[in-house]
């Protein structure tokens, strides 16, 4: 016998009416995905494309986790994952200090954004590739991969915006793009972020 799945609480559903309406970064271009079902009773997943012109020059996600009963590992209720990639000069990863300071891309950036979160995570990778054979005058190629965990203190009706704010920052530094301009907000979305069928689980 099949059980309906319980409404989404209303703290889920406040976090997630941000997520919609949240301003973002012109390079970005998002949209609100399936999100996972197994990993906790209520989820939300957006994607991002990182654009400069017309060339997609980084790409991420972002999962909001929620568990109404909390969860010992995340320390509340509310756990936000993200993935970023994007290509680097292939001098880069070269560098021991990428992946160090690679993190401190998401955790600087949530900082400077004032998004109250514990127990970060993650783990950052920088890989580079050469060809050969038929295909050696094809360029070396670098990316750095960035996977991440934190959880956001949203419990208390403290805003989700900051750490949005903070996500897109981290996903544009990790592409090259810089930090906008002192006074300069993000643009409006045009149109709210829907999954395929429209509904939050």
Do not use: Y
């Amino acid at each position: 016998m099949n059980q309906e799945k319980p409404s989404a609480p209303d703290g889920f559903r406040r976090v997630v009416a941000e997520l919609r309406s949240a301003s973002w970064r012109p390079e970005l271009q998002i949209e609100e995905i399936p999100a996972p079902q197994r990993i906790a009773p209520f989820a939300a997943a957006l994607t991002a494309d990182v654009v400069a012109g017309d060339e997609e020059i980084g790409s991420g996600r972002l999962v909001l986790l929620h568990d109404p009963a909390g969860n010992a590992a995340w320390g509340g209720t509310f756990r936000l994952v993200t993935f970023a990639r994007a290509e680097v000069d292939p001098e880069m990863v070269t560098d021991p200090l990428l992946r160090s300071v690679g993190w401190s891309w998401l955790i600087e950036a949530l900082t400077n954004h004032g998004a109250a979160f514990h127990s970060p995570s993650g783990t950052v990778t920088s890989v580079s590739s050469e060809s050969f054979g038929g295909m050696a005058e094809e360029p070396p190629r670098a990316e750095v991969e960035i996977r991440a965990s934190w959880t956001p203190e949203v419990e208390d009706l403290e805003p989700l915006t900051p750490h949005l704010q903070a996500w897109g920052e981290m996903l544009c530094t990790t592409a090259g793009q810089p930090p906008l301009p002192e006074g300069v907000v993000p643009i409006p979305s045009r149109r709210t972020p829907q999954g395929r069928n429209g509904r939050l689980r």
